[in-house]
């Protein structure tokens, strides 16, 4: 294998070439999709890096040292992902202490990311052309983010003028951290809807309420923990939620589905939403895998290297 500065001034020579990106938030190497070791990933942040692997690899300061001279940036965080949900640790590998969260942009989006807390950040880059994909659709239209997170769905949608986005997450930490990126980004959060709530919960009361959006957002992850104990699994429960999501879209409006490894065939999705939707028509109006500038993959994965892991459909609902 080559030498990790002759690997990453190749992949960062691949994604200079890409005058898509206005954004300071992105990966630079993608595992063996760049010609790096299996499930070694570093990703940019503003001014620092974040290296993740799933070995804990002998040469992994190598990588970071060689990322630092490559971009000139102000530090490296090491997160090392066990195989184990969740699971790992993440400290600062090369540069200073981190004192709060490094503030990154995407086009005209602002967001808070904490780096070194834990094994998230707070920003997933490849829902990057995604998050630009649903703008022009959003304004002046009521928008539905589930299982939001810190809420860079909602912060997009503001940003292109929707007349209302409502983020819906378990999480109390997560949302006060989307409030913080409306504010960041020169938006007013009081003007917009924000619960703390079970997702399922959250949309059968919807649903009897007689609620609809234009546009719904369901990004749920691969497993999580609800109210009283209720647990989430993307392979068993994700059906289920898109037949409840697409209830609420209103006629003419969108779903956007996205499921990280669950296996959920296309056309089983769209029967789920058919389904939930009372047998309106719903067609496939986009398919996003993950993005070929800045997470390419290989055709066959290992245990290592998830491969092209991320499916996002975005359905028309009619």
């Not at 917009?192 to 959250?202: I, K, L, N, S, T």
């Not at 990004?219 to 209830?247: I, N």
């Not at 290592?304 to 459909?313: I, Q, V």
Request: proline share 5%; aromatic share 6%; charged share 30%.
């Amino acid at each position: 294998m080559q030498a990790p500065r002759e690997i990453l001034e190749s992949a960062l020579e691949r994604r200079r070439l890409d005058p898509r990106s206005r954004r300071d938030a992105y990966r630079l190497l993608n595992g063996r999709g760049d010609g790096a070791p299996p499930g070694l990933t570093l990703d940019r942040y503003g001014d620092w890096l974040v290296l993740s692997s799933r070995t804990a690899l002998p040469e992994l300061r190598a990588w970071g040292e060689a990322g630092l001279a490559a971009t000139g940036g102000a530090g490296v965080v090491l997160k090392l992902r066990e195989r184990r949900a969740g699971s790992g640790s993440s400290e600062v590998l090369l540069g200073p202490s981190l004192n709060g969260p490094v503030r990154v942009r995407e086009e005209d989006a602002v967001f808070l990311c904490d780096l070194d807390g834990s094994l998230g950040t707070g920003l997933f880059l490849d829902q990057a052309e995604t998050r630009r994909f649903i703008r022009p659709g959003c304004a002046d239209r009521e928008v539905l983010n589930l299982f939001a997170h810190t809420c860079s769905f909602s912060v997009h949608a503001a940003l292109a003028g929707a007349r209302r986005v409502t983020s819906v997450d378990i999480s109390k930490r997560a949302l006060a951290r989307g409030r913080e990126n409306m504010s960041e980004s020169g938006l007013d959060p009081n003007q917009h809807r924000w619960f703390a709530d079970d997702v399922p919960e959250h949309l059968a009361r919807a649903a009897r309420r007689g609620l609809s959006y234009d546009l719904v957002v369901l990004d749920p992850p691969t497993f999580g923990r609800g109210r009283k104990g209720k647990v989430l699994a993307l392979g068993r429960d994700l059906e289920a939620l898109v037949g409840l999501s697409a209830r609420l879209v209103a006629p003419g409006g969108r779903l956007l589905v996205a499921f990280h490894g669950a296996g959920l065939e296309e056309e089983r999705a769209l029967e789920a939403a058919s389904a939930g939707a009372d047998g309106r028509v719903v067609t496939l109006a986009h398919r996003f895998g993950l993005p070929d500038w800045d997470h390419p993959s290989v055709s066959e994965p290992d245990e290592e290297d998830r491969g092209d892991y991320l499916s996002t459909l975005v359905l028309n609902v009619g």
